[in-house]
């Protein structure tokens, strides 16, 4: 079964450095997502991506963070000047085109800001 | 605004006896509804869900939900539990006039299930 796959499983980076999370969700989807979940906490949405723009953002995803397909294959969450606040599991998503889709997830890439 | 409330943050069970972990929903429209497991250090894995169909949903590994309306409730059941149900639970609830973009997770349920 197509499966959404993340990289790196666990990163870790040292505060202000610049980091980019990587996803290739599955072949024949067209939205996509990222969410964050800090240790402890909730699952929480960023963002959706559809037809190369932003669909949807919560109030998290600010301008230190920027998502892109830059291949048609790969989906990437650039954070551009990491915080301690911002190490948490992000979990990227996609899902097909009709309505009531479930959304799939990748297994996360760990964020540790050091 | 919709808003998701899961209403037992653990839930603990013996083996071979029946689960019920419970959702509430809020939703300004006609929501879809998901349930999710979250295995410990993996992803997310989709159980079931409901789209506006039958309101009583089957889902993966004997789980099943069933969503109603006048209750704003959509809780998930399973006969008896096995040991390897112990696993982060979560219900998910997705609205939006078009392309369900918005999506809601419930803060979780803990579920233990007991030798």
């Known amino acids: 079964e197509p499966e959404v796959t993340q990289t790196p499983s666990h990163q870790v980076t040292q505060m202000g450095q610049e980091v980019i999370l990587r996803c290739v969700p599955i072949?024949?989807?067209?939205?996509f997502y990222w969410y964050r979940q800090i240790l402890g906490q909730k699952v929480e949405f960023l963002v959706s991506f559809y037809n190369n723009e932003i669909s949807e953002k919560s109030e998290i995803f600010d301008d230190q963070f920027s998502v892109e397909r830059p291949d048609g294959s790969n989906f990437t969450l650039k954070i551009r000047s990491t915080k301690l606040e911002d190490s948490a599991m992000y979990f990227c998503?996609?899902?097909?085109?009709?309505?009531?889709?479930?959304?799939?997830f990748g297994d996360g890439t760990r964020l540790s800001i050091l | 605004a919709q808003s998701v409330t899961q209403l037992d943050s653990h839930v603990s069970v013996s083996e071979g006896t029946p689960v019920l972990l419970r959702c509430n929903y809020s939703?300004?429209?006609?929501?879809?509804l998901f349930w999710y497991v979250q295995h410990p250090n993996k992803g997310l894995q989709l159980l079931l869900k409901y789209t506006s169909a039958a309101t009583l949903v089957k889902g993966i590994n004997g789980f099943e939900a069933e969503f109603k309306k006048s209750e704003t409730s959509f809780h998930l059941t399973k006969p008896s539990a096995h040991m390897s149900d112990a696993a982060e639970y979560f219900c998910?609830?997705?609205?939006?006039?078009?392309?369900?973009?918005?999506?809601?997770f419930g803060p979780g349920t803990s579920l233990s299930v007991i030798p």
């Open positions: 998503a996609s899902r097909g085109g009709s309505a009531g889709q479930p959304q799939h």
């Open positions: 998910v609830v997705s609205e939006g006039k078009t392309s369900y973009d918005k999506v809601i």
């Open positions: 072949s024949n989807h067209l939205y």
């Open positions: 939703s300004s429209y006609s929501p879809s």
